[in-house]
């Protein structure tokens, strides 16, 4: 659209009227000219797409209040759908800016025409874009609103799922409330019921102690049946008959060790294994033993174990505990039991000075076994003394020197030290097949699981039959003569006061272990 021509005329001065007259005349012209028809018809559909606006404007904003109160139901929604309708609110506000700079340009092509063709241009294709971004808009409200009732329903179902895992939880809570309160109850009975046993110990803690405190035991008690017995006795001992025939008959002696009266090697070690023979089974009676509650209890627990292991583990745990000061009185009175019986048989063989030592001594021993014993009994795993034969079990007893201690305290000088110069032999060991084995002087020790499974703990200790017959040669010409004056003298066997007890006619009459 072009501008109307001005007159040349009125480039020239010209009165008043004229000048009026050709304004009204050109804005006549202007005014039936089709382009101000025009820019009525635009300035008319301009009001209609402000009026559009205005209603997009107001769609949006009552959206956007739909939209907040949608996205308020959850948070990660909300993040998003916020930012979009920032998005959103910044190019609505793009467009109302669009929209007043073309109102203004619209204002000001009242005054310069020439620019009106280009701004309406600009207008349309403003508009144009509008109104593609207002459908877009539209489209995307639409799929937000469809976006936002599966959210709804999804929230719902959520809300379901919570309240039913809620009365779940509550229920869980309420019978774990229950199980709680049972658990206490059962953990003050556990409590109560632990306070009447005694904690055993499991063997692997115990396993450094046990054997080391065991062979400690033995290495103590040869020691001093060596120091008694293994020593020179005077000759009133050697010749006194009643003596050496208690120690004959003594159960456990059983007639198997040659015990020729004299104080040669072979006789004096037989003395020693003697000794140790009696002592370690009137240990293994008295002391080692599960408790000292009654005398009877050691049958029952084996009775027990035999039909249910982990029942007599419980019922030995618990008579540990009962009367624990009668147990230890009752300790003390089997120890003095043992004492007893082993004097009784062997303190015959002593001098009077010899044998009050030597009680007192062995007393003093036994009091500190029984006390290293309670170890043993509070050891999880049964550990008994055992004399059954088993090539695993035993060891020969160890070669002792002839520079043991005497019972004054002053060692005795070997034979082979013509010097004067003192010296100890190291304990020579070695295993000893059942084939060999004469007598069980000292017995092993088995530790039992609740399988039944037996592990041996410390080894015991046994005499060869080789040793017995050393000692029984030595008695054989004494055993003759005896004879013989038996043969021409049936009397004389009671006047007589014989130097040995022990009859054997060779290794092969050696009576059976038990």
């Not at 779940?168 to 809570?173: H, T």
């Not at 774990?176 to 055993?200: H, M, N």
């Not at 120890?335 to 044998?355: F, H, N, P, R, T």
């Not at 000292?442 to 050393?470: C, H, N």
């Amino acid at each position: 659209m072009s501008s109307p021509a001005v007159p040349a005329n009125l480039t020239h001065y010209q009165q008043p009227e004229t000048l009026l007259h050709q304004l009204i005349s050109c804005i006549n012209k202007i005014s039936q000219d089709k382009s101000f028809q025009q820019l009525q018809i635009i300035l008319k559909y301009h009001g209609i797409v402000q009026e559009k606006l205005r209603t997009t404007d107001s769609a949006y904003r009552k959206n956007l209040e739909e939209l907040a109160q949608l996205t308020a139901e959850t948070k990660a929604e909300k993040e998003r759908l916020t930012k979009k309708i920032l998005e959103q609110n910044a190019e609505t506000n793009k467009a109302l800016e669009d929209k007043m700079t073309v109102h203004r340009k619209l204002e000001a092509q009242k005054t310069i025409n020439a620019d009106l063709e280009s701004t309406i241009k600009s207008l349309e294709q403003e508009l144009n874009r509008v109104v593609a971004h207002s459908k877009k808009h539209e489209e995307s409200v639409d799929k937000h609103k469809i976006i936002l009732e599966k959210q709804k329903e999804q929230i719902a179902a959520a809300k379901q799922e919570v309240a039913t895992a809620t009365n779940k939880l509550k229920m869980a809570s309420d019978q774990l409330g229950v199980k709680s309160d049972a658990l206490k109850e059962t953990e003050r009975k556990l409590g109560l019921f632990q306070s009447y046993t005694v904690k055993l110990t499991p063997l692997e803690r115990e396993r450094g102690y046990i054997p080391e405190m065991l062979a400690s035991l033995f290495k103590d008690a040869s020691t001093l049946f060596e120091e008694f017995l293994g020593i020179d006795l005077d000759m009133d001992c050697l010749q006194e008959l009643r003596s050496w025939e208690r120690v004959r008959d003594h159960a456990a002696t059983q007639h198997s060790f040659p015990l020729p009266a004299s104080n040669s090697a072979p006789a004096k070690k037989m003395r020693v294994n003697m000794g140790l023979s009696i002592y370690s089974r009137a240990l293994a009676k008295h002391v080692f033993r599960s408790n000292y509650l009654f005398p009877d209890a050691e049958k029952v627990l084996e009775a027990l174990h035999a039909k249910d292991t982990l029942q007599g583990t419980l019922v030995r745990a618990v008579l540990l505990q009962v009367l624990p000061g009668m147990q230890k009185k009752r300790q003390g009175a089997l120890a003095k039991i043992v004492v007893d019986e082993v004097c009784e048989v062997v303190a015959g063989l002593m001098s009077g000075d010899l044998q009050k030592k030597f009680r007192g001594r062995l007393g003093q021993l036994t009091i500190t076994l029984c006390g290293n014993w309670e170890a043993v009994q509070r050891v999880h795993e049964r550990i008994r003394p055992s004399f059954a034969l088993s090539e695993d079990d035993w060891q020969v007893l160890p070669v002792w020197s002839d520079l043991a201690p005497t019972p004054n305290g002053a060692p005795r000088r070997s034979r082979g030290d013509k010097d004067g110069q003192l010296g100890q032999q190291d304990l020579n060991l070695s295993t000893i097949s059942t084939d060999d084995i004469a007598r069980v002087v000292w017995p092993a020790f088995l530790a039992t699981d609740e399988e039944g499974t037996s592990e041996l703990i410390s080894f015991g200790y046994v005499i060869s039959r080789d040793d017995v017959q050393r000692a029984a040669n030595e008695d054989m010409p004494k055993r003759a003569m005896r004879k013989a004056d038996r043969d021409g003298d049936p009397g004389g066997q009671r006047r007589r006061r014989d130097s040995a007890v022990f009859v054997s006619h060779g290794p092969s009459d050696l009576p059976s272990i038990k």
